[in-house]
């Protein structure tokens, strides 16, 4: 006999009791907002806008069903099932914190502040989980499926993210490495620079989207305050590099800041990878780190001579449209 279905809500704690859990009651934490001109009100109210929702959420699971809740700060010790469900009630950060996580399981993006959150994964209301859980795990039930970025390195650590994956120095600060893409002949460079982004089409939205813009949309340009020098034939600077759509298997990936010397260069600094391509780069400094989202917390450390590959993921995010 085959499990119900559980739907497992993730959410986050929200600013209110992050203030309240640090300054021990509401009206303290109204006191210190006051002295910084702020108004605790409407962080209050953005607190009560996500219980309603987590609340009306939870009412709409069928009564068939189990439900479990899991807070963010969490989601690395809890274990999904293949049945589940996963309801993000939250921001769109949420989904990707959470993706990693998963092996093929519905997600549903709930939004609990329409106008504030930009929507581009918690794509619903709470008034539609009545309806979207059922059909969440029906035929034909329309799901986009988002591609994913990996990072293996080779002493097998592994790194998983659905907007990008940087890879550099801690604190951003100079980074040194040689880089080279697998399937272009075997050409490598050695670089200096502030670390470079892989990111997919979900990520395009975001810090990829800004790298590529300052090099005028079109990853020909140099970012400005170091660039220069290097090959200026166009195709090894990233010329024409096109933003991937959130469903094609192709990322692309950025050099920041690569610096020109006489021991480094800037020729490969843009560049896109179709399904099965890598991008290699090898360690060349004491300490090196790759993480993934945003999320510096969770991250692999890489020491010299270590190499980490990074390409499409095998598995995707099923987002319920």
């Given at each position: ?39 605790i009100g409407e962080v209050a109210e953005r607190h009560r ?273």
């Open positions: 006999m085959s499990l119900a279905p559980r739907a497992v809500l993730v959410h986050r704690t929200t600013e209110y009791d992050e203030l309240v859990a640090r300054h021990g009651t509401h009206g303290q934490a109204a006191f210190f907002l006051a002295s910084r001109g702020r108004d806008r996500t219980r309603r929702a987590l609340a009306e959420v939870t009412a709409a699971i069928p009564l068939s069903w189990r439900q479990t809740r899991v807070e963010r700060a969490d989601l690395d010790r809890f274990l999904f099932a293949p049945e589940d469900v996963v309801v993000v009630v939250g921001q769109d950060g949420l989904v990707a914190n959470v993706a990693k996580y998963l092996a093929g399981q519905p997600v549903v993006g709930i939004d609990t502040d329409p106008g504030r959150n930009p929507g581009v994964l918690v794509r619903h209301r709470p008034g539609d989980a009545a309806t979207l859980l059922p059909s969440a795990l029906a035929a034909g039930t329309g799901v986009d499926e988002l591609t994913m970025v990996e990072a293996v390195a080779d002493d097998t650590q592994r790194l998983v993210a659905l907007n990008e994956i940087y890879l550099g120095a801690a604190g951003h600060q100079t980074a040194r490495y040689r880089l080279g893409l697998e399937d272009d002949g075997g050409v490598v460079e050695a670089q200096a620079s502030s670390g470079v982004l892989v990111g997919t089409g979900t990520g395009a939205t975001g810090w990829i989207r800004s790298v590529w813009q300052e090099r005028g949309g079109d990853g020909g340009r140099g970012e400005g305050r170091r660039g220069g020098g290097g090959d200026e034939g166009g195709g090894r600077r990233g010329a024409g590099v096109r933003l991937p759509g959130p469903t094609e298997e192709r990322l692309v990936w950025f050099v920041r800041e690569a610096w020109p010397s006489p021991a480094t260069g800037t020729s490969l600094v843009a560049g896109e990878l179709a399904a099965g391509g890598w991008l290699a780069l090898t360690v060349e400094c004491e300490r090196l780190i790759a993480f993934g989202d945003g999320i510096e917390s969770d991250a692999v450390e890489l020491t010299w001579g270590q190499t980490v590959r990074v390409g499409v993921w095998g598995e995707r995010l099923r987002l319920v449209g």
